[in-house]
Nanobody, 123 residues
């Protein structure tokens, strides 16, 4: 059983930065892809960024390209999301998730989820 634990969320002013961390524990962690997703109440959950656990292929939502960077530290079973130039519209609950299946990762296909961490950006 894999458990994902997130940290690093908080309140920042527009233009500021945050670094989210997600540490995996409870089992050998070797997924196919790890991602960060976010959700605003009343809206669909959306993929923000993804990275393969082996290799360097990444994906970013258009809304965060150039501002967010996803990275990982396999030795620490940890994935990060560096969030720069934050905007009020980035306000959401951010989740980390992992998928074992070797296929395109979608919101509904991830196998493991963190509890979510709140990111609030004030204008």
């Amino acid at each position: 059983h894999v458990q994902l634990v997130e940290s690093g969320g908080g309140l920042v002013q527009a233009g500021g930065s945050l670094r989210l961390s997600c540490a995996a524990s409870g089992a050998t962690f070797s997924p196919y892809v790890v991602g960060w997703l976010r959700q605003v109440p009343g809206k669909e959950r959306e993929i923000v960024a993804q990275i393969r656990w082996s290799g360097d292929r990444t994906y970013y939502a258009d809304s965060v390209k150039g501002r967010f960077t996803i990275s990982r530290d396999n030795a620490k079973n940890t994935v990060y999301l560096q969030m720069n130039s934050l905007k009020p519209e980035d306000t959401a609950v951010y989740y980390c998730a992992a998928q074992d299946s070797v296929r395109t990762a979608l919101v509904g296909t991830y196998d493991y989820w963190g509890q979510g961490t709140q990111v609030t950006v004030s204008s």
